[in-house]
T-cell receptor, first 119, second 112 residues
Framework: EAGVVQSPRYKIIEKKQPVAFWCNPI?????LYWYRQNLGQGPELLIR????????DSQLPKDRFSAERLKGVDSTLKIQPAELGDSAVYLC?????????????????FGPGTRLTVL | KQEVTQIPAALSVPEGENLVLNCSFT??????LQWFRQDPGKGLTSLLL?????REQTSGRLNASLDKSSGRSTLYIAASQPGDSATYLC???????????FGSGTRLSIRP
C-alpha cells in the first residue's frame, strides 16, 4: 500500500511569488495534518483536518497561508505571497482517526515533505 | 502551554553500545507520546507510541518508557548499529486540545 504522497519534493521560488503543495494521504485515513519544519527543529503543526473539516488551524498564518481538503481525501497548502522566512520543509501526515475516541492510539504516518526555498 | 525538550541535541557513540535518548514535557495531561525517527531529507517514521495509561512499549531493540508524573520519556536503543544513525524526535499529544507538540530532536550518530 502506498504511503503518504507529497509533491513537489523541492521548490525554489522568489519572494512574493505564490506556491502550492499537494498531499495525498494513506487510503482510508480520515485525519490529515500539515506541518512546517525549520532546520534543526521539530515539526510545527499548521493545520489538522478531520475529513474535510479543518479542526485545528490556530498555527496557520492566515494572512498568507491557506489550505483545503475539499473531498476529505487529498489536500493542498498554499502560500501567497511567499516570504523569505517561509523557507522550510512542509510535511504532510495522515492517521486513521486523529480526532475520535481512539486518538490516544492513533499513529501518524508522514510523507517525505516538500523542501521550499524562498530567494 | 506544553513544551517538549530533548537533550542532548546531538549524540555520538560507538557501534554496539546501549544508549538512552531523553524527552521531557511540561504538561502531564497527555493522551500519548510518540517517538519518531527522521533520516536526512526524509519524512518521519513512527517507532513507538505510548498511551497515557501505559508505562512502556517495546519493538525489537527499542524500548520506550513514559513517566507522566515527572514529565519524562526515554527511548532505549540496545546494541546500537550504524543504521540507527538518524534524528530521533518525540511528540506529545495533549489531552485538552489534542494538539501535537514535537521536541527539536536528538541527532544520533553511531560510529562503526
Amino acid at each position: 500500500e502506498a504511503g503518504v504522497v507529497q509533491s513537489p519534493r523541492y521548490k525554489i521560488i522568489e519572494k512574493k511569488q505564490p506556491v502550492a503543495f499537494w498531499c495525498n494521504p494513506i487510503s482510508g485515513h480520515n485525519t490529515l495534518y500539515w506541518y512546517r519544519q525549520n532546520l534543526g527543529q521539530g515539526p510545527e503543526l499548521l493545520i489538522r483536518y478531520e475529513n474535510e473539516e479543518a479542526v485545528d488551524d490556530s498555527q496557520l498564518p492566515k494572512d498568507r497561508f491557506s489550505a483545503e481538503r475539499l473531498k476529505g481525501v487529498d489536500s493542498t497548502l498554499k502560500i501567497q505571497p511567499a516570504e523569505l522566512g517561509d523557507s522550510a520543509v512542509y510535511l504532510c501526515a495522515s492517521s486513521l482517526d486523529g480526532g475520535g475516541s481512539n486518538r490516544g492510539t492513533d499513529t501518524q504516518y508522514f510523507g517525505p515533505g516538500t523542501r521550499l526555498t524562498v530567494l | 502551554k506544553q513544551e517538549v525538550t530533548q537533550i542532548p541535541a546531538a549524540l555520538s557513540v560507538p557501534e554496539g553500545e546501549n544508549l538512552v535518548l531523553n524527552c521531557s514535557f511540561t504538561d502531564s495531561a497527555i493522551y500519548n507520546l510518540q517517538w519518531f525517527r527522521q533520516d536526512p531529507g526524509k519524512g518521519l517514521t513512527s517507532l513507538l507510541l505510548i498511551q497515557s495509561s501505559q508505562r512502556e512499549q517495546t519493538s525489537g531493540r527499542l524500548n520506550a518508557s513514559l513517566d507522566k508524573s515527572s514529565g519524562r520519556s526515554t527511548l532505549y536503543i540496545a546494541a546500537s548499529q550504524p543504521g540507527d544513525s538518524a534524528t530521533y524526535l518525540c511528540a506529545v499529544r495533549g489531552s485538552s486540545a489534542s494538539k501535537i507538540i514535537f521536541g527539536s530532536g536528538t541527532r544520533l550518530s553511531i560510529r562503526p
